[in-house]
């Protein structure tokens, strides 16, 4: 009984740790970078291993870092590349939200999208003949 359950905490270790792990900011990449490795290039029959050679390889390392577009310790911290307007606050990379503490307070963004209905005054003049064409209107 204890070597099935053993075998099967060793089986979710060994699959979980399989699984990239892509939690909140956290991205899983692969890092390359060049090492060498020692070899006996001459070796003595009574002094064994007298001269050493290094060969290079390659290194290829699965290392945890923020993903695109966030930073900070624990990688939850979206990046703006442009500022967020007074008001917004950056909520996910490059997307600025209104900031939620300020709805319903005098320091909530003011919507300028919205059109704004102007009049235009205009005088008519009366036409001293009688015409069918409509009257000009003179700004």
């Not at 204890?2 to 060793?10: A, M, N, S, T, Y």
């Not at 939690?23 to 070899?39: L, N, T």
């Amino acid at each position: 009984m204890d070597r099935k359950v053993l075998f099967i905490c060793l089986c979710v270790t060994v699959f979980s740790s399989l699984i990239s792990i892509s939690h909140g900011g956290f991205c899983s990449r692969i890092q390359h970078h060049y090492s060498y490795q020692r070899y006996c290039a001459y070796r003595s029959w009574w002094r064994g291993c007298v001269r050493y050679g290094y060969l290079p390889i390659s290194v290829y390392d699965v290392v945890m870092g923020c993903c695109t577009g966030f930073e900070g310790s624990d990688c939850t911290t979206p990046i703006c590349m442009t500022p967020c307007e007074p008001g917004y606050m950056c909520t996910s990379p490059d997307d600025c939200t209104v900031d939620p503490t300020l709805i319903g307070t005098t320091n909530a963004p003011i919507n300028t999208n919205t059109a704004v209905n102007e009049t235009t005054s205009a005088t008519v003049e009366p036409s001293n003949s009688p015409s069918t064409e409509p009257n000009e209107i003179i700004n």
